[in-house]
């Protein structure tokens, strides 16, 4: 595709519930980010898959969140047991590689709130 | 830890130049960068600067890095009411690629 798409774009969900997002990247691109805005905040860094080399996890707030990535294709990010300070945005970025100045390419978001 | 601190809100006028400020913490950064993100659209790279540099230009935009007080600025020069958006400070350590975030910066342009 044209650039990274997430889905879904919005999910309300139940205290307690598990959520699946889900990203795209773009095409050839090795290295994929996955971030969390809350409310009037900067980006907070979850974690970083390159290739086939082991995630970066040092960014995930909890074990109740997960994610995974096969190769360079879609990833997915699995929040378990779902609590109010989950909401928040939830943002994918891609790199073609680690050269140079690296741009990320920034999906539209998901945006979760837990009731 | 790695921190980066800006200023939350900003307003100028229409013509007029603007200033935003970052700091950081991690002296092993490598690329500093400025983002923009405007309502209802994602992230967009609105430049960066390499850490062995001080100054970058392009056409309206001019990025000052003080890599010995870890001080960035960005510098819009005959700012429009189209670029009220934020704008978010990152830094790029030396592992990895990830980027670590300001809290952002709110501009707002009056006409």
């Known amino acids: 595709g044209a650039g990274v798409s997430q889905s879904p774009s919005n999910k309300v969900t139940e205290k307690g519930k598990d959520v699946e997002l889900r990203c795209d990247p773009i095409s050839g691109h090795t290295a994929l980010y996955w971030y969390r805005q809350r409310l009037g905040q900067g980006l907070e860094f979850l974690i970083y898959f390159q290739g086939n080399s082991a995630p970066d996890k040092s960014g995930l707030p909890s074990d109740r969140f997960s994610a995974e990535r096969t190769g360079e294709s879609v990833s997915t990010l699995t929040i378990q047991r779902t609590q109010q300070e989950d909401s928040a945005v939830y943002l994918c970025a891609t790199a073609r590689d680690l050269l140079s100045y690296n741009e990320q390419f920034f999906g539209p978001g998901t945006r979760l709130t837990v009731l | ?111």
Not at chain 2, 9 to 36: A, H, M, P, Q
């Open chain 2, 1 to 111: 830890g790695e921190d980066v601190e800006q200023s939350l809100f900003l307003s100028v006028r229409e013509g007029d130049s603007s200033v935003i400020n970052c700091t950081y913490t991690d002296s092993s950064s490598t690329y500093l960068y400025w983002y923009k993100q405007e309502p209802g659209a994602g992230l967009q790279l609105l430049t960066y600067i390499f850490s062995n540099m001080d100054m970058k230009q392009d056409q309206r935009l001019t990025v000052l890095l003080n890599k010995k007080d870890k001080h960035l600025s960005l510098r819009i020069a005959d700012t429009q009411t189209g670029d009220s958006a934020i704008y978010f400070c990152a830094e790029r350590g030396n592992q990895g690629g990830k980027l670590i975030f300001g809290q952002g910066t709110e501009l707002s342009v009056k006409p």
